[in-house]
């Protein structure tokens, strides 16, 4: 019998466990390895040659843990998908699924409700100066007028724990309110978003927020992966401290 293998998930920060929160919240039973790369974030402001070359990293550091990486990062997960795949190493992983995997999937089972509406995708600077989830959106021939707006400034301040909303001081800018305003529903493409919905929703309770990577445990195989719901945390960098991450993961998830 083949010995089961955890599931690797990797981010620039803390946003993969939005997805992986999102796995277990289905029922699914995988252990995770969560790989918290803070040593290259911002990754949307690097160049594309520094991006490609983190990919072929966290490929690499993925296969000595599991066949299977999930990539939590939507400015890596559009450059994956961008890239010829011949340029990577091949590492013998079976599975890579991104989170342009994850919003496909989305797009697809959520097409109805989406028919003939106002779809905005929130993003960080990269993912919002690219074309993939708008021409993904479009491919659905359902009359959906999309939009991006950036919000980088309010994955920086989740990724470092930082308070985001407060009286006088509010990452929310004009434009990403009148962005909001404007739109029936709003696509968390960044992973660190999903964190802050809650209160999201309660500042645009007109606006339905979907996230895509709460469809990532659709694509995955559960019976393939150790079944304990074990988690194992790695941080590089020193933008914030392993313990921070690790209270934050065993908070986050205890909201199961």
């Not at 445990?217 to 921070?244: E, F, H, I, M, W």
Request: aromatic residues 8%.
């Amino acid at each position: 019998m083949t010995e089961s293998k955890p599931v690797f998930i990797a981010d620039s920060c803390i946003g993969g466990l939005s997805v992986l929160k999102s796995m277990w919240d289905s029922g699914a039973e995988n252990d995770v390895v969560f790989w918290a790369d803070y040593a290259i974030n911002p990754l949307g402001v690097k160049s594309d040659a520094i991006i490609a070359e983190v990919a072929g990293n966290w490929l690499r550091i993925a296969a000595e843990y599991s066949d299977t990486l999930v990539i939590g990062c939507n400015t890596l997960s559009i450059r994956y998908c961008q890239l010829d795949q011949s340029d990577l190493p091949d590492v013998g992983l079976e599975q890579v699924v991104s989170m342009v995997d994850c919003f496909k999937a989305m797009a697809e089972i959520e097409a109805p409700r989406l028919k003939h509406s106002r779809v905005l995708v929130l993003g960080t600077a990269f993912t919002a100066s690219q074309s993939v989830y708008p021409d993904i959106l479009d491919n659905l021939s359902a009359g959906i007028q999309v939009s991006t707006v950036e919000a980088t400034e309010l994955e920086r301040k989740v990724a470092r724990f930082q308070p985001w909303e407060s009286e006088g001081d509010s990452v929310i800018t004009a434009e990403l309110r009148q962005a909001l305003g404007n739109s029936d529903f709003a696509v968390l493409a960044c992973t660190c978003f999903p964190m802050v919905k809650e209160e999201l929703e309660a500042l645009f309770p007109d606006v339905v927020f979907l996230d895509p990577g709460a469809y990532c445990s659709g694509l995955l195989d559960s019976s393939r992966y150790s079944q304990n719901r074990k988690l194992s945390v790695t941080v590089s960098g020193d933008v914030v401290s392993p313990g921070s991450v690790e209270n934050f993961a065993e908070s986050y998830l205890q909201k199961l």
